[in-house]
């Protein structure tokens, strides 16, 4: 299957810090990539979905400022946590499709988790 | 609203031995579902999906699930577990008007007793 990076694996930082997560996707082209956000022992929540040269639609809920989306080309995505705070330390999960429907599959990377102090 | 309901949070089984591991979803038209399973420092892998067609979905690595419309599940199964097994599972549905977002359960983990 198609493979999809993410990059740190884990980062630890301070409150009020800002963290950048990339999401690669290394054997295809992503048209679209989804960032998802995973508590311990709960569910994948989604938080947003980017298409490639747009903006980036997120689900209700989910602080647009908080949590910037850039999905500047076809294998890569970033999501910034602006000013983080330890309530968003959680497992940061984005996956890539080359297509926007789940009618084709999306690709997981294996995820990042954030720790704030 | 969409939801899908794993009732198992954990599971132990002896290697070998069958496995079943339960979803139940809420959706109004017809559904689209999804096995994943989710190992310690890899990403989500999918295991099957159901669109339409034959009920009895077969699946990677010798899994298979089956759509039970009148019971409002799908769930999962295998003859013979391998310790390799041992995993986070996740029940999904597909949803949403532009058939995009991916709803996922709760999970549920799977421990092999050898």
């Known amino acids: 299957g198609a493979v999809v990076s993410q990059h740190p694996s884990r980062v630890i930082c301070k409150s009020g810090t800002s963290v950048k997560i990339e999401c690669r996707s290394l054997d295809f082209q992503a048209t679209t990539m989804f960032w998802y956000r995973q508590f311990p022992k709960q569910s994948l929540m989604l938080m947003a979905t980017?298409?490639?040269?747009?903006?980036?639609?997120?689900e209700q809920g989910v602080e647009k400022d908080k949590f910037l989306i850039n999905h500047a080309s076809l294998t890569l995505s970033t999501l910034t946590v602006t000013s983080a705070h330890p309530e968003d330390s959680s497992f940061y999960i984005c996956?890539?499709?080359?297509?926007?429907?789940?009618?084709?599959?999306?690709?997981f990377g294996p995820g990042t988790r954030l720790t704030v102090l | 609203a969409q939801s899908v309901t794993q009732p198992d949070i954990h599971i132990t089984v002896s290697e070998g031995a069958s496995l079943e591991l339960r979803c139940n979803y809420s959706?109004?038209?017809?559904?689209?579902l999804f096995w994943y399973v989710q190992s310690p420092g890899q990403g989500l892998q999918l295991l099957l999906k159901y669109f339409s067609g034959d009920t009895l979905v077969q699946g990677i690595k010798g899994f298979e699930a089956e759509f039970k419309r009148s019971q409002s599940s799908f769930n999962l199964r295998k003859p013979s577990v391998h310790w390799s097994d041992a995993a986070e599972y996740f029940c999904?549905?597909?949803?949403?008007?532009?058939?995009?977002?991916?709803?996922f359960g709760s999970g549920t983990r799977l421990s092999i007793r050898p």
């Open positions: 980017s298409n490639e040269g747009s903006k980036a639609t997120y």
């Open positions: 959706y109004g038209a017809t559904p689209y």
């Open positions: 996956s890539a499709s080359s297509s926007g429907g789940f009618y084709n599959e999306q690709f």
């Open positions: 999904a549905v597909g949803a949403g008007s532009s058939a995009s977002k991916i709803i």
